[in-house]
């Protein structure tokens, strides 16, 4: 079965550090592959995908994603976070036109 | 350009009773999905309608139901609410096999 696995729940950095969020896919061949973000009561917002090709995708606010088949693998970077990016982030894969799997999520807190 | 629109934004029910969420997709955009995000955790899909057909349900109870309209906006109905049902239910549409944008949701508190 399709799942999505983020194995942050929590994760807490400082202000202008470096990000790193998690997130491991099962799937019987190449998968979709999205980040969304959602602050607090919100909807989600689309920050990159990736379908094919350059396996180094770059979204919006500076996010980036790396896609590792051989790792099953979709981690998400940021060089240098900034406190509006806390938020709750969520890794995502297609499995047909828009049924999409969500991961549980990972919230993120920044320290000032 | 108007993204997804989702009404009501919020929503108390007593067990029991019916519900009808509405969503109307971004000009343009001829498929609808809808999704359950109970607190502290990632969506779960429901319905997708295409062209005001179904094309995929998740593993949701017969009590939820959806249809699609002629202008391509959508409804989701829940029959006999539990206090499970509560949770933020997200519209999102799409162009075509392509990223899907979502609405703000609705929140549904059943008391």
């Known amino acids: 079965a399709q799942s999505v696995t983020q194995p942050d729940i929590h994760i807490t950095v400082s202000e202008g550090a470096s990000l790193e969020l998690r997130c491991n896919y099962s799937y019987g061949a190449t998968p979709y592959l999205f980040w969304y973000v959602q602050s607090p009561g919100q909807g989600l917002q689309l920050l990159l995908k990736?379908?094919?090709?350059?396996?180094l995708v770059q979204g919006i606010k500076g996010f980036e994603a790396e896609f590792k088949r051989s790792q099953s693998s979709f981690n998400l970077r940021k060089p240098s976070v900034h406190w509006s990016d806390a938020a709750e982030y969520f890794c995502a894969l297609s499995q047909g036109a828009q049924k999409l799997v969500f991961g549980q999520g990972t919230r993120l807190t920044i320290n000032p | 350009d108007a993204g997804v629109t989702q009404s009501p934004t919020h929503l108390i029910k007593t067990r029991g009773q019916h519900v009808t969420l509405r969503c109307s997709p971004i000009?343009?955009?001829?498929?609808v999905s809808w999704y359950q995000q109970v607190l502290g955790q990632g969506p779960q899909f429901i319905f997708q309608?295409?062209?005001?057909?179904?094309?995929g349900r998740g593993n949701f109870p017969d009590r939820f139901s959806a249809r699609q309209f002629p202008n391509y906006s959508s409804e989701l109905n829940v029959n006999a609410l539990l206090l499970g049902d509560s949770a933020l239910y997200l519209c999102?549409?799409?162009?075509?096999?392509?990223?899907?944008?979502f609405g703000q949701g609705t929140r549904l508190t059943v008391v």
């Open positions: 999102a549409s799409s162009l075509a096999l392509s990223e899907a944008f």
């Open positions: 990736y379908f094919s090709g350059d396996t």
């Open positions: 000009s343009g955009h001829k498929s």
């Open positions: 309608y295409y062209e005001k057909e179904e094309r």
